[in-house]
């Protein structure tokens, strides 16, 4: 049973920094992808930033350029190192992993960016 835990959300001020962190367990094998979907008040669930495990990543056009995303195979984590936060950044963050075919959902971390 795979499970993925994410930690790091909070409330930060427009500007700011936050890191999210995911931790998966229950795979027998590297992940295809992971990364990370958002979805905010009436809004549906859209991608921010996914990363393969060749390592080519793949950003929404919103976050190019302030957001990174990186996987560490070793310890089967995936995070979000997020800058120059703005207030419509501000969503429920879900750690996302996919492998053979089935995708799989953390329970969602809250980000609110302040103005």
């Known amino acids: 049973q795979v499970q993925l835990v994410e930690s790091g959300g909070g409330l930060v001020q427009a500007g700011g920094s936050l890191r999210l962190s995911c931790a998966a367990s229950?795979?027998?094998?590297?992940?295809?992808?992971l990364g990370w979907y958002r979805q905010a008040p009436g809004k549906q669930r859209e991608l921010v930033a996914t990363?393969?495990?060749?390592?080519?990543?793949d950003y929404a056009d919103s976050v190019k350029g302030r957001f990174t995303v990186s996987r560490d195979d070793t310890r089967d984590t995936v995070n979000l190192q997020m800058t120059s936060l703005k207030p419509e950044d501000t969503a429920v963050y879900y750690c996302?992993?996919?492998?053979?075919?089935?995708?799989?959902w953390g329970q969602g971390t809250q980000v609110t960016v302040s103005s």
């Open positions: 990363v393969a495990y060749g390592g080519t990543t």
């Open positions: 229950g795979n027998m094998f590297a992940f295809e992808r």
């Open positions: 996302y992993a996919y492998l053979r075919r089935n995708s799989y």
